[in-house]
């Protein structure tokens, strides 16, 4: 009996020592593909004029202290960061970089680079931040971003994006931030933006969109910055919008809205900028007395013909009516402190 409990006890260390062994070999099979990764990255920016790269590939330095790559504590081996902004690096996005499975933030933002943005990064499934801002990225934005299931921030402003917005985006349920503006997105909003039950910021101003606003978008609660100047869009504003109780800035301004303003933006208790110009707004503005930290009323240049009988809310600091077709100035009118 007592053979029997030290061959139990005997394999029970092999198996542990195999089993170990195993793990500490897989450990270092995945941390080369994390160096062969980072070195297919550096194999695709054509010119590096700060020298930021210089210290990539070289032998004496583990590849975790090479300039803007960080790795976890957890997993110490593993890359779960890439900061290489304001460095005007160009050449492309190497699809490698989806080999870095450990990967929470991306930042190669304020660089040059050009190309597409890589479908291989929605199997990143850590990724939680994504900015590749002020860039020359063309193309489309790949859908297969939608499986990125735990990003908070998606910043692509200021490329040179041409295609619709993918409606896979609607699937980033913990997304907090979308920065879309500055590029030239064709096509309609998609309808499943308004899923993003989590999203703070959504910014889409300076692009070539065509179609209306998605009335889905008034679903979102959490929404406290809002914008799509200057973005071509058609149609009214959706009555929707007053259930945005968190909203501080609606900034629509320079498109082809047309309609009335809805009565239900009065209901915006948290607005502070109301941004409408340039439009064929059309019909009475609403009071928005009730409105007490609205600091910016802009509805020049539409079509609009009432002015409400007051306007008075003590925040107000900027009130611009002008090129429209005002009836005249009601009485009593009151703005007491402007």
């Not at 210089?54 to 960080?70: A, D, E, I, M, T």
């Not at 009335?260 to 064929?280: Q, V």
Request: proline share 5%; charged share 15%; aromatic share 8%.
């Amino acid at each position: 009996m007592e053979g029997f409990f030290r061959a139990l006890i005997f394999l029970i260390i092999l198996l542990y020592v195999i089993s170990t062994a195993q793990y500490a070999t897989l450990g270092i099979e995945k941390a080369a593909s994390d160096r062969a990764a980072l070195l297919s990255f550096k194999s695709l920016v054509d010119d590096d004029p700060f020298g930021a790269l210089s210290s990539w590939n070289n032998g004496s330095l583990h590849y975790c202290r090479w300039r803007g790559v960080s790795c976890g504590g957890r997993h110490p081996n593993r890359v779960t960061a890439l900061d290489l902004k304001s460095l005007r690096l160009t050449g492309f996005v190497s699809p490698s970089v989806a080999n870095l499975t450990f990967l929470q933030r991306i930042d190669l933002s304020d660089n040059m680079l050009e190309g597409r943005i890589p479908e291989e990064l929605g199997s990143l499934r850590r990724l939680r931040y994504l900015n590749l801002s002020v860039n020359s990225l063309r193309g489309t934005i790949a859908s297969s971003l939608g499986n990125c299931s735990n990003l908070r921030v998606l910043n692509l402003r200021d490329n040179k994006i041409n295609e619709e917005i993918p409606p896979e985006l609607g699937y980033l349920q913990k997304l907090t931030w979308l920065a879309l503006s500055y590029n030239n997105l064709t096509g309609a909003i998609p309808a499943t933006l308004g899923n993003l039950a989590q999203l703070q910021y959504l910014i889409l101003r300076f692009n070539s969109f065509t179609g209306s606003i998605p009335y889905s978008l008034g679903n979102i609660s959490s929404l406290i910055y809002l914008s799509f100047g200057k973005s071509n869009l058609s149609g009214p504003i959706p009555p929707s919008f007053g259930s945005l109780l968190s909203l501080k800035t609606l900034e629509i301004q320079e498109n082809s809205l047309t309609g009335t303003i809805p009565s239900t933006l009065a209901n915006l208790s948290s607005l502070n900028h109301l941004y409408l110009r340039g439009n064929s707004l059309q019909g009475e503005i609403p009071h928005f007395a009730e409105l007490a930290f609205l600091s910016d009323l802009i509805c020049s240049f539409n079509d609009l013909g009432e002015i409400p009988i007051s306007l008075d809310t003590s925040s107000l600091q900027t009130l611009d009516l002008g090129m429209n077709y005002l009836t005249g100035i009601p009485y009593p009118f009151t703005i007491s402190h402007l």
